[in-house]
Nanobody, 126 residues
């Protein structure tokens, strides 16, 4: 059973950058696709980015494409989300999630994911 812990959330000014980390324990991540999601106050959960097991397929939502980069380091059992040019409307709790797959797929659909972290707060404000 994999457990996920997010870190790296912080207060950042508009236009700034943050790198979020998702560290896994209890199981290796090599057989898991990983996704990043966020939930802003009063809004529905939104899929932000995902990466497949081999790291060669990455999905991004339209709102973050070109500014966010997802990556994985299976040696350290960690997945990262580099976020650049952050906007105030991206203030949210950011979650990482995982699902086990044999098919090298990634997904932005929350229902695909069976394991979730507790989230890390990102606040974009001047």
């Amino acid at each position: 059973q994999v457990q996920l812990v997010e870190s790296g959330g912080n207060l950042v000014q508009p236009g700034g950058s943050l790198r979020l980390s998702c560290a896994a324990s209890g199981s290796t991540l090599v057989d898991y696709a990983i996704g990043w999601f966020r939930r802003a106050p009063g809004k529905a959960r939104e899929g932000v980015s995902s990466i497949n097991t081999s790291g060669d397929s990455k999905y991004y939502s339209d709102s973050v494409r070109g500014r966010f980069t997802i990556s994985r380091d299976d040696a350290s059992n960690t997945v990262y989300l580099q976020m650049n040019s952050l906007k105030p409307e991206e203030t949210a709790v950011y979650y990482c999630a995982a699902f086990q797959t044999k098919y090298g797929l990634a997904s932005l659909a929350p229902y695909e994911y069976s394991h979730w972290g507790q989230g890390t707060q990102v606040t974009v404000s001047s």
